[in-house]
């Protein structure tokens, strides 16, 4: 009996069904030499810092960056060469006053050195060296943790493995990861006509294509697919098959037999195999019509047109969505956008330049070249493609538009720029974890504002203390003229103090101690960081209380011209006893392991550009936000109040 198409569906309500439909998830443990290109089924949090010390970042001198501040070719300054480090080989000693360590690039940073200068601008004079230039606090360091820190979500579930975000888990010491198992997939073809490729063509038989087709669609879309055979056009050979190996696979695809000719018996199996049986039998498309698709043992079972192209077109359309969600994989968009950059581009003449950018959606694409240099794993992990520069071109300028090659199939949904934060990583997993897309750069509170005003960033989380106002965050609205383009967020309190080591064996009890005593080694962090400002405050108000002037008072305190450029990065310098007190907060002491002493509380919130807020990804932010705030509060060290989430009012 013939069957007719009758109650064609619309393509959408097809998919709309097709995507319904979920599979038994599974999980298996394998090496990251063979995670290329599967999803991770949990996130990956570090349990290292990288670098985990402060590494010289070229062949040179360590030094007391104080030491050189006024040296010049005409006024060169002698320091003495007390030994030597080098990539695994720590100096043993400390670098004190007017003195120098010879250090190779990728050596820990001598105890007492700050800075490291380039060899080419010193002239060795047997033990010592003559510095012809001066250096600042932090040049040629790349700081500890400054690449990833200890409790930073490195690679979230969901996550496609690519060649960089396994390096970054390589650096990180992960060795296997939980990936989802990709979905089976089990593929017929049917058709008397049909030979398999290779074997001797009779007359009247074609090659089969769908079946090697389908494979390699299955493969791209992150499923596993088997070839199971060619069927002939017969009921019961067709029945047994599937019956044999339906309950092996989570779908199973089947091409040709599914129009209405006598010799097309597809529909009638599948009818049988239910129940609920076929549930679509023909869809209102061309190619594609007479597609069929039934449910059998929970499973799917889809009849694909015999034609090839409709084969594909078919798959591209409703199947091949489906094989990406089960395995995890975003739907296909294109390899290429068209933006504008945001800002002044500049390659190197004389060679074709591959330069990493990255990219914010906003009214067109906005792209921007990724800060970080060739010593951070984390720069790939932070673009989402690069721009092509010819030889001759030198420069692409701001406004100029670009063409991007992206490394991704997605551009983030959000961009966040600013200052990091354990309670913003709680913040970010859920919103991963309910499907959004994030780009996440940690370059501190000044960072976070200056992103804001150029348009790089939709998001930056804030702690900059204005001491004039006593003011947090708002005072730099207007320092950055941004009050017109963000607006400011309230999130939640701060503990922040000292931290120092376990048990506090120096026996530190406040500020006072940093000024007063010369057997204390702090870690400071950098100029334009939140923290910075509000120690520097403390360090002048302290200073007023005992009756001396601060810019004298600074000069005492050892180690104050030593900057890491996070909180993370304090703890580490006082865990691995480079340093025996800096600021930071009260979360990053105890992920460390260490001794806190709280000095005071401030404001973490959300600068939030204008242009951004009607974009879904904020608006899922700010619900979360407000959704957490128990959560939040169940971090030692943070406290969220009843109007976390509103704005704050001028």
């Not at 670098?95 to 002239?123: D, H, I, Q």
């Not at 049988?272 to 007479?290: T, Y």
């Not at 996440?440 to 998001?459: N, P, Q, T, Y």
Request: glycine fraction near 10%; hydrophobic fraction near 40%.
């Amino acid at each position: 009996m013939r069957k007719v198409f009758r109650n064609l569906k619309s393509l959408e309500e097809v998919k709309d069904l097709i995507m319904r439909y979920e599979r038994d998830e599974r999980r298996e443990k394998i090496s990251i030499w063979d995670a290329f290109g599967r999803i991770l089924a949990e996130d990956i949090v570090s349990g290292v810092d990288v670098p985990g010390f402060d590494r010289v970042m070229l062949d040179g001198y360590a030094v007391r960056a104080e030491d050189t501040f006024w040296a010049d070719e005409d006024n060169p300054v002698e320091l003495k060469v007390i030994g030597v480090a080098s990539a695994g080989h720590p100096f043993p000693g400390e670098v004190g006053e007017r003195e120098a360590v010879e250090v190779a690039t990728g050596a820990p940073m001598p105890r007492g050195a700050n800075s490291v200068v380039k060899e080419e601008f010193t002239v060795r004079k047997g033990d010592s060296i003559l510095v012809m230039r001066a250096v600042a606090p932090g040049e040629n360091v790349q700081g500890a943790g400054s690449d990833v820190r200890v409790g930073e979500t490195v690679a979230y579930r969901g996550t496609r493995l690519s060649a960089r975000e396994i390096g970054i888990l390589a650096a990180v010491g992960i060795r296997e990861v939980e990936v989802l198992s990709k979905p089976r997939v089990g593929i017929f073809s049917t058709g008397d006509e049909l030979a398999q490729p290779g074997e001797p063509l009779e007359y009247g038989k074609i090659y089969d294509v769908n079946s090697s087709s389908l494979m390699a669609s299955v493969l791209e879309d992150g499923g596993e697919p088997k070839f199971l055979g060619i069927l002939p056009d017969d009921y019961e050979a067709i029945r047994d098959s599937l019956k044999r190996e339906i309950e092996k696979f989570d779908i199973i695809l089947i091409s040709g037999s599914t129009s209405v000719g006598a010799g097309d018996v597809m529909y009638r199996v599948l009818e049988e195999l239910g129940p609920p049986g076929v549930i679509v039998h023909g869809i209102a498309m061309h190619p594609g019509k007479p597609t069929v698709i039934a449910e059998a043992r929970g499973k799917l079972v889809i009849g694909l047109p015999g034609y090839p192209t409709s084969c594909l077109t078919v798959y591209r359309e409703i199947v091949s969505p489906l094989i990406r969600k089960w395995s995890g994989k975003p739907l296909e968009t294109g390899k290429e956008v068209i933006g504008r950059a945001a800002e002044r581009i500049i390659g190197e003449r004389g060679r074709r330049d591959l330069l990493p950018v990255h990219v914010v959606k906003d009214e067109e694409y906005l792209v921007f070249p990724v800060p970080t240099g060739s010593e951070a794993i984390s720069t790939l992990s932070r673009a989402d493609g690069y721009v092509e520069m010819e030889e001759l071109e030198e420069i692409i300028e701001e406004g100029e538009v670009v063409r991007v090659k992206l490394f991704t199939d997605r551009i983030a949904d959000i961009s966040m720029i600013g200052s990091h934060c354990i309670g913003l990583e709680l913040i970010m997993s859920e919103m991963r974890r309910r499907g959004y897309l994030i780009k996440s750069v940690f370059v501190g509170s000044s960072g976070g504002f200056k992103a804001i005003a150029r348009g790089e960033a939709d998001l930056a989380g804030v702690h900059a203390f204005d001491p004039e106002t006593m003011e947090y965050n708002l005072p730099f609205m207007r320092k950055f003229s941004i009050e017109d383009k963000a607006i400011l967020i309230r999130g939640y309190r701060r503990i922040q103090g000292l931290i120092v080591a376990r048990g506090n064996p120096k026996g530190i009890k406040g500020i006072r101690d940093i000024l007063e005593r010369r057997d204390i080694v702090m870690m400071n962090r950098n100029k334009g960081s939140g923290t910075r400002i509000l120690l520097d405050y403390l360090l002048k108000e302290e200073a007023e209380r005992m009756g001396i002037d601060i810019s004298e008072a600074i000069k005492n305190i050892r180690g104050y011209w030593n900057e890491a450029k996070s909180h993370n990065a304090v703890a580490i310098a006082i865990k691995n006893g480079i340093a025996d007190v800096g600021i930071g907060i009260k979360t990053v002491a105890r992920l460390y392991n260490l001794d806190f002493i709280p000095i005071a509380e401030e404001n973490y919130d959300f600068l939030i550009r204008r242009s951004s807020m009607r974009k879904g990804a904020v608006e899922e932010f700010l619900r979360i936000l407000r959704e957490f705030r128990s959560k939040l509060n169940e971090l030692d060290g943070i406290e969220a109040s009843d109007d976390i989430g509103l704005p704050i009012s001028p």
